[in-house]
T-cell receptor, first 117, second 111 residues
């Protein structure tokens, strides 16, 4: 079963509104979570790295005031797209890193398709 | 510069045939390499993970190889099925929680 749950899977919103996407690690504590953006037929583009209890580290070119990331607990990170515009329409994916000596894994959520009208 | 390059960019094969996808990386230091399968509109799903000391790892019809000396990896798919149509992503990782993604290979299996 899925070990990283991402919701919603699809959202349609009006331009100017804000949208929150949740990413939960279901059966492990994830000190680090990642948020990606993906355009059709293109690879994942890392947006930011989120560490529990601290500010997210954003990749160059990603507006931190536009894409708010909160990682308040070891099992939950949220991405809020503020004042969404049509150009923000994309597929957003999160991943959670489970660190361990013998079972180190990077798990992905199922993605959120955002459409801004 | 840490980079991961995959080839071919896209591939079309007949159902039942085998294929091999390539991944070259320049990540240093190098800790492990992962292969993921991503269906359209879904998140990537892990296929294999290999540390620098491993040469091969299998997961059903998927077999990954790793040559840490030449910094190359391959993913071999045996007896392809229609459901294998997806994007395959190679991810190289140095020590710690950093991950470098390849651009992916889009595989289409046709009947």
């Amino acid at each position: 079963g899925a070990v990283v749950s991402q919701h919603p899977s699809r959202v349609i919103c009006k331009s100017g509104t804000s949208v929150k996407i949740e990413c939960r690690s279901l059966d492990f504590q994830a000190t680090t979570m990642f948020w990606y953006r993906q355009f059709p037929k293109q690879s994942l583009m890392l947006m930011a790295t989120s560490n529990e209890g601290s500010k997210a580290t954003y990749e160059q070119g990603v507006e931190k005031d536009k894409f708010l990331i909160n990682h308040a607990s070891l099992t939950l990170s949220t991405l809020t797209v503020t004042s969404a515009h049509p150009e923000d329409s994309s597929f957003y994916i999160c991943s959670a890193f489970r660190q361990g000596a013998t079972n180190e894994k990077l798990f992905f959520g199922s993605g959120t398709q955002l459409s801004v009208l | 510069k840490n980079q991961v390059e995959q080839s071919p960019q896209s591939l079309i094969i007949l159902e039942g045939k085998n294929c091999t996808l390539q991944c070259n990386y320049t990540v240093s230091p190098f800790s492990n390499l992962r292969w993921y399968k991503q269906d359209t509109g879904r998140g990537p799903v892990s296929l294999t993970i290999m540390t620098f000391s491993e040469n091969t790892k299998s997961n059903g019809r998927y077999t990954a190889t790793l040559d840490a000396d030449t910094k190359q990896s391959s993913l071999h798919i045996t007896a392809s099925q229609l459901s294998d149509s997806a994007s395959y992503i190679c991810v190289a990782s140095p020590t710690g929680n950093q991950f470098y993604f390849g651009t992916g290979t889009s595989l289409t299996v046709i009947p």
